[in-house]
């Protein structure tokens, strides 16, 4: 067979694309199907570890552990309060901003399941107040949660009325650029069913689930059924316990994280009540960066 000049250059441009294509497919491969590095970054609440530091030890205290962000929570020692004047307030955005620590937000007590409509309403203007200051100190949002049940009120009128509350707060909070997040809490309402059928009702985008690491997690079909319950209304943030808390499967947790690429802040509420906190911060930093490697 006779080859002309155009054949073979075609031929010899085909068996090098072919050359090529084999030599870089499967590191192409390789990239498309690695995960990338994990967007979480981890912080601390200050219930309880943080709750006899003043605020300037506070965040020292986060810098030398390596945590980047805070929720403050009300009544501690740092005294970050709605009673503020708007100058204090600036002082404290200032403190934040000048240490690269991030105010992430608050740890407020506010609630909404009260059978009295006095009180509940006290609690969405008491949210107000928070969202306001932590738009004025520089956070990004205010951590409500339900309490409980009322006794001889039914679940599903307890439920309505917290899902309403949740939707006034957080049209209001998204005026400041704070988001709402509520903690799953309180005897009953800390089941993750319970936190659904509440956020059916709480619709508005601007409010999110804040996973708490509760045993109730645990419970009925287990960690997994329980997590996708809930997954997509996840807010900014979630908090754990002590990482190496062998009663909470933070291993499953985690890699649930991973799978759908959550990229908001890991609190460390903790429990325990070590001599050195900083040490014992730095320790659960060791073990939220392998955590997060898988």
């Known amino acids: 067979m006779t080859t002309t000049p155009n054949s ?5 441009g085909t068996v090098a694309a072919a050359t090529a294509l084999a030599t870089t497919a499967p590191m192409a491969s390789q990239l498309l199907a690695a995960p990338g590095p994990s967007r979480m970054r981890f912080g601390l609440v200050t ?11 506070l965040i020292e205290a986060c810098q030398k552990s390596g945590l980047t962000g805070v929720e403050v929570r009300t009544e501690h020692k740092h005294g970050v309060e709605p009673s503020l004047t708007a100058e204090q307030r600036i002082e404290v955005r200032n403190q934040f901003t000048d240490s690269g620590i991030t105010l992430v937000g608050y740890g407020a007590n506010a609630e909404f399941h009260s ?3 006095a009180k509940v309403k006290a609690n ?3 949210t107000k107040d928070y969202v306001r200051l932590m738009h004025d100190c520089g956070g990004e949002g205010v951590k409500v949660k339900p309490n409980g049940f009322v006794k001889d ?5 307890t439920v309505e009325q917290i899902g309403k509350a949740l939707n006034e707060v957080a049209a209001y909070a998204e005026g400041f650029g704070q988001q709402i997040r509520v903690e799953v809490h309180g005897k009953g309402t800390s089941e993750l069913d319970v936190i659904r059928d509440i956020f059916r009702i709480a619709t508005h985008p601007n409010v999110g689930v804040c996973w708490n690491s509760n045993a109730e997690d645990l419970k009925g ?3 997994e059924v329980n997590f996708h319950m809930v997954k997509d209304r996840f807010g900014s943030t979630c908090h754990v316990r002590e990482l190496d808390d062998q009663d909470y499967p933070y291993a499953a947790l985690f890699k649930l ?3 759908i690429d959550y990229e908001g802040w890991i609190l460390l ?9 900083v040490a014992a911060m730095t320790a659960q930093k060791t073990l939220f960066d392998r955590l997060i490697a898988g």
């Open 221 to 223: 079909e287990g960690l």
């Open 8 to 12: 073979r250059r075609t031929f010899l």
């Open 47 to 57: 219930y309880l570890w943080g709750q006899h530091m003043d605020l300037p030890t």
């Open 115 to 117: 059978d009295d409509p």
């Open 257 to 259: 994280f991973r799978s």
């Open 153 to 157: 009120v039914s679940r599903e009128k």
């Open 124 to 126: 969405i203007e008491l």
């Open 269 to 277: 509420e903790a429990r325990t009540d070590p001599s050195d906190k």
